[in-house]
């Protein structure tokens, strides 16, 4: 742990804290607000990293009933919301895998599975762009969730979580139990990789 | 291009200004001078615009609820697993507790069933009771008929010494007799009969009081009986113990039946010993009984006597009849002289109207 990025011996301030402990006492009203606070980050996340909407709500459902179940192992040792993030990494990196294994067993290609993806609970977008730069747009970004999908889970894990999801360095570390350099080195190959697969896809950048 | 390289991997940090102010002016001279590398930035710069350009997707509006309810659900589900653990654990209080209950209900009933027996032991007791008040009512009024008070005894005390009475121990009534005759089985037969007739014996005696006397008739009669005498009335000819032990619950049973029937039975009882308080009995001793009989017989129709009836028994021949007070002191007269009586037990004073008698006439050996 004392590699870790900013010295994760000291105490955290978990701002979590009570309602943390209201849950391991079994509160499960008190999760709910949990539930309500990291809700919208934690599917954005497995959205990202699974590319369809459906799966990623599953997976953030059952992440959530998982980290209720695993309440009482949570020992403060890191934020309870990294707690809460690695499990939704963990369990979006298991239901890539079934997705994997699913789509190679029937032959059904990644990118045709993902044409339809952004699902209802997209932000409806700015009433400026015209109906015309809101399809361009939507394109884009389907393409962008390929190339994202296209690139290895440990690359696009970190992807995601600094470039899309903006979390430090050191909470990037703590969630994926990585040392900083080796969050730092993926990172930079996985922008690189991504860069690749967008100009191949789009043609110039 | 070994200079490209290394800015080539610097690049990212560079965009992101994680590089030292050093690194930084030596990456930017580069680009400035090499447009491939400047390319790479630019490109690298677009990818990040894009992917920071995601927008972000709502959660369904649902998760919340869902989670909650999945994790309500799961605890039931968990509690209802630990039930199911437990379940034997709970359920082996109510079977402990059921056994318990079963155990005493179980003992309570093995000690009930046990009474009964216990009242049968005890019963000859209350056959006692009942047989001694049948013969508080016939002594005193019949003393001609004499049975004695032992022979009224239960049968069931009886049953064992039977056989052996019928040769040795006649009743105390006709113990002279056997004196004289040796082997004296009939007389035994007479009281034993006496006894097999029970307490309403009275009531039928009325309609069979000329029935009496004939020993061969008894089948008859006990069959016009009650269960309970009848069974009374086999069990004194069954000599053989092992048959009498099985009756004895019967008799044992009966007597108990009798007990009930004891003070309905009292009235009518009263008017059977009142009328057998008129009987006259006589035993008399002869060389040749059937000659004796027949001439008792003619005597007995020339003094006018009603409802004769001969009854041949083993070793004697009993005559019954129905004779008017006057005559009998004419008959003993008669009898006098035709055999030896042996004894005589004649109602004093001799009351009016019809008297039944009975001769017994024994042949002498």
Known sequence: MSNFVGGKNQVIADEDYEIVCLCQKGDVDAFGSLVEKYQKKMVNIAFRIIGDYEAASEVVQDAFVSAFKAMRKFRGDARFSTWLYRIVINASRNRMKQLRTRIRREGISIEGSRDSEDGPGIDPPDPGPSVLEQVEKREMEAKVQACINALADEYREVLVLRDIQGFSYGEISDILKLPDGTVKSRLFRAREALKDGLKEMIGDL | ?365
């Open chain 2, 1 to 365: 291009m070994m200079e490209c390289g290394t800015i080539l991997q610097r690049l990212s940090a560079y965009l992101e200004g994680i590089v030292s102010s050093e690194e930084k002016r030596f990456i930017e001279e580069h680009l400035l001078s090499c447009q491939p590398c400047s390319s790479v930035l630019r490109e690298l710069k677009r990818a990040s615009e894009l992917v920071r350009d995601l927008q972000e997707v709502e959660p369904p509006p649902w998760m919340t609820q869902k989670v909650l309810a999945r994790i309500r659900r799961e605890q039931e589900g968990k509690k209802g697993i630990f039930e199911k653990l437990f379940f034997p654990l709970r359920i082996k209080i109510p079977i402990q507790a059921t056994a318990t209950v079963l155990i005493v209900v179980l003992a309570i009933y093995v000690f009930k069933a046990g009474e009964p027996v216990l009242k049968r032991v005890q019963s000859p007791t209350a056959r006692d009771e009942v047989a001694s008040k049948v013969e508080d009512f016939r002594q005193p009024a019949a003393p001609a008929v004499e049975v004695p008070a032992r022979e009224a005894k239960p049968v069931l005390k009886e049953m064992p010494k039977l056989s052996d009475r019928r040769d040795v121990s006649p009743p105390v009534g006709e113990k002279g007799k056997e004196e004289m005759a040796g082997r004296v089985r009939e007389p035994v037969h007479e009281p034993m009969r006496e006894k097999a007739m029970g307490i309403p014996e009275g009531e039928r005696r009325v309609a069979h009081e000329r029935q009496e006397a004939a020993g061969g008739k008894l089948d008859e009669t006990v069959m016009t009986l009650g269960s309970a005498e009848r069974d009374a009335a086999k069990e004194k000819r069954m000599p053989a113990a092992g048959v009498v032990k099985t009756e004895e619950y019967g008799a044992v049973r009966d007597s108990l039946a009798n007990e009930q029937k004891a003070p309905a039975a009292a009235a009518p009882l009263r008017a059977a010993v009142a009328k057998r308080a008129e009987a006259a009995s006589i035993s008399v001793q002869a060389g040749d009984v059937k000659k004796v009989v027949d001439e008792i017989e003619d005597l007995l129709r020339q003094l006018g006597a009603t409802r004769i009836e001969k009854e041949s028994l083993q070793d004697a021949e009993v005559i019954t009849a129905e004779l008017q007070s006057e005559k009998i002191e004419e008959f003993m007269k008669e009898l006098r002289i035709k055999g030896e009586i042996k004894e005589e037990k004649l109602p004093s004073p001799i009351p009016t109207g019809k008297t039944s008698i009975r001769v017994e006439i024994l042949s002498v050996r």
